[in-house]
């Protein structure tokens, strides 16, 4: 079993709150480390949302809570009646996440009480609001969140799994249906590289400085992304042309599997280069000398289709356009990722030096 650090941190934040209660002389501690539970968020900037929006909803359930036993007493009856009412106002003002929050805040102010009530809902009160800043100060000082080493290591983890098959499979060496498996995975993997980066881009710069750095990141970030699913698409469209490509002559089989790893060896150069592997001068080398340009890649396969034209299976030829547009966009995108990551280099060298470690 792997403990993350959203987990631990939950542990931690449930006996910080429980300590500070008993510190505090609370009589019921346990409101406070419930409580705990709910504003731990994966990242600081959506901990501070949590924690505004819980202590909203704490508020909510307090004053409900307060006004109901005032009026009407503490019957289970007029405590459903008050729950009802709370979850309407919660949904109402689109406060969702405070929704549980606050029917513990009902019922915890709303059961039976002895002595002064007022004082004794404030101190239910202060309990819940006690447990909601004790989740904020854990979230904000232990184990501070690294998402950027995070997204760049499940990039290059990801993007280096699409290698793998597309180098098998041009070479004719998949098995389909591990591939097609393997597909669906890679295709998950990319669903979480889009939260991981909404993570990071969540997280807030101090000085104006890095501010600016973060921008131009998060642009290079998003390249990445989009050129690693365009490698996606490629391979999807080499597993789903995989009998037409068989049939086609051995040239163009052969200049297929050249293009490929002539891209593949240059998307690898360039992620290793934007975490300083390859110097910021350096140039990102073409790994196979038989690859062409795109305009000579294409015009090559509109020479071949116009070759098979009289044969009986001069239909499977244009069957393949779909296969060459994706080849075509794969090396646009990584024109463009490259073009990106020179940028940057060039203004913001310093900041991309210690802040990405690759696990490779």
């Known amino acids: 079993m792997k403990l993350g650090a959203r987990i631990l941190k939950t542990g931690i934040a449930i006996v910080f709150a429980l300590y500070l209660s008993e510190l505090l002389q609370l009589p019921s501690p346990v409101f406070a480390g419930i409580a705990a539970i709910f504003a731990i968020q994966p990242t600081i900037y959506r901990s501070y949302l949590s924690v505004v929006e819980q202590i909203q909803g704490n508020l909510i359930g307090a004053i409900i809570a307060v006004l109901f036993v005032l009026l009407f007493g503490n019957h289970y009856f007029i405590i459903g009646l008050a729950v009802v009412i709370v979850i309407s106002i919660n949904l109402k003002l689109k406060m969702e996440k405070s929704l549980v929050l606050s029917i513990v805040t009902v019922i915890a102010i709303m059961e039976s009480q002895q002595g002064d009530f007022l004082q004794f809902a404030m101190i239910r009160f202060s309990s819940i609001l006690l447990g ?49 498996k393997d597909i669906s995975v890679i295709k998950n993997e990319l669903l979480k590289l889009e939260q991981i980066y909404s993570m990071y881009k969540e997280e807030r710069a101090y000085f104006k400085k890095e501010t600016l750095a973060k921008s131009r990141k998060l642009v290079v970030y998003r390249q990445m992304i989009a050129t690693s699913k365009k490698a996606y698409e490629t391979l999807k469209r080499i597993h789903k042309f995989e009998n037409e490509i068989s049939l086609m002559p051995e040239d163009f089989q052969a200049q297929i599997q050249h293009q490929l790893d002539s891209l593949i060896h240059r998307h690898e150069q360039l992620l290793l280069k934007f975490i300083g592997k390859i110097k910021p001068g350096g140039c990102v080398e073409q790994h196979d000398s038989h690859s062409l340009s795109r305009r000579d890649f294409l015009s090559f396969f509109f020479a071949k289709l116009k070759q098979m034209k009289n044969d009986e299976e001069e239909e499977i030829p244009t069957r393949l356009v779909p296969l060459i547009s994706a080849i075509i966009e794969y090396d646009e995108q990584l024109e463009h990722l490259e073009t990106l990551i020179i940028s940057f280099q060039s203004y913001h060298r310093d900041e991309n030096e210690v802040s990405v470690q690759y696990e490779g």
Request: glycine fraction near 2%; include cysteine; aromatic fraction near 12%.
């Open 132 to 180: 909601i800043l004790c989740s904020f100060i854990v979230n904000l000082v232990f184990i501070p969140p690294k998402y950027e080493i995070k997204l760049y290591n499940r990039i290059s983890g990801t993007t280096e799994d699409i290698f793998k098959w597309i180098r098998i499979s041009t070479r004719h060496a998949s098995e389909h249906t591990l591939l097609k």
